[in-house]
C-alpha cells in the first residue's frame, strides 16, 4: 500500500497566517490526491481533489498543488473556522490511503 | 437535501458479526460509487472499501479483505457492510461515503463529498 506522510503533525496560526501543509506519497502518485478537512466530532469534509481542483462552496483561500511524491494544502488567509485536522487521500491506487493528519491549532 | 444516514453500530463481541445500512437520498443513488471509511476514537481516516455503481467492482483494505463484504440495493438507494470475525481493532466509527468521481481530461479521480454521521462500533468482551 501506498503510504502518504504529512507534515507537519500540529501546527499552531494565528488569524490571517498563510499555512501550508505537506503530504509526501511513498511512491509517485500522478495528481491523484485529495484533501480533507475534519472538526471534532464531525465528519470530515472535501476542500480539494485532483490535487488542485477546489470543491464546489471552498473557499478560495484554499488551494493545493504538487504531483508525484510531494502535495501541498495552502490556506492563504486563515480564518477561525479554519481550525481543524487536514487529511490528504490518494486515490492513485487501491487501497486508497490517508495521511496521518495535521492539526491546526489557534496559537 | 442530499444525505447519507448509517446505522448499525453497536458493541459487538470479538468474533462476532454486525452489518451496518447507509440509507441515501437527495441524489441517484445508483449514477455514484460508494465508499466505507472509519475512524478509531482519536485516530486518522482508514479507508475500508468501495463499490461502483452497479455493485460488480469492489475493493477493500488488506485488514479486512475476506472478513467485510461491501453490497448495495439500488432499488432501496442503500449500501451495506457486513462485518463478521471482528476484532478489536475494527472499533471505529465508520462513515458512508459518495464519491462521484468526477472525471478531468478523461481521468476519474477521487472526490467523497458527502459523508454520512458516522455510526459507532465497537468490538469489545
Known amino acids: 500500500a501506498i503510504q502518504m506522510t504529512q507534515s507537519p503533525s500540529s501546527l499552531s496560526a494565528s488569524v490571517g497566517d498563510r499555512v501550508t501543509i505537506t503530504c509526501r506519497a511513498s511512491q509517485g502518485i500522478l495528481n491523484d490526491l485529495g484533501w480533507y478537512q475534519q472538526k471534532p466530532g464531525k465528519a470530515p469534509k472535501l476542500l480539494i481533489y485532483a490535487t488542485s481542483s477546489l470543491q464546489d462552496g471552498v473557499p478560495s483561500r484554499f488551494s493545493g498543488s504538487g504531483s508525484g511524491t510531494d502535495f501541498t494544502l495552502t490556506i492563504s488567509r486563515l480564518q477561525p473556522e479554519d481550525f481543524a485536522t487536514y487529511y490528504c487521500l490518494q486515490d492513485y491506487s487501491y487501497p486508497r490511503t490517508f495521511g496521518q493528519g495535521t492539526r491546526v491549532e489557534m496559537k | 437535501e442530499v444525505q447519507l444516514v448509517e446505522s448499525g453500530g453497536g458493541l459487538v463481541q470479538p468474533g462476532g458479526s454486525l452489518r451496518l445500512s447507509c440509507a441515501a437520498s437527495?441524489?441517484?443513488?445508483?449514477?455514484?460509487?460508494m465508499v466505507w471509511v472509519r475512524q478509531a476514537p482519536g485516530k486518522e481516516l482508514e479507508w475500508v472499501a468501495n463499490i461502483n455503481q452497479d455493485g460488480s467492482v469492489k475493493h477493500y483494505v488488506d485488514s479486512v479483505m475476506g472478513r467485510f463484504t461491501i453490497s448495495r440495493d439500488n432499488a432501496k438507494n442503500s449500501l451495506y457492510l457486513q462485518m463478521n470475525s471482528l476484532r478489536a481493532e475494527d472499533t471505529a466509527f465508520y462513515y458512508c461515503v459518495r464519491d462521484p468521481t468526477p472525471v478531468i481530461s478523461a481521468t476519474a479521480y477521487d472526490a467523497f463529498d458527502v459523508w454520512g454521521q458516522g455510526t459507532l462500533v465497537t468490538v469489545s468482551s
Open positions: 437527495g441524489f441517484t443513488f445508483s449514477g455514484d460509487w
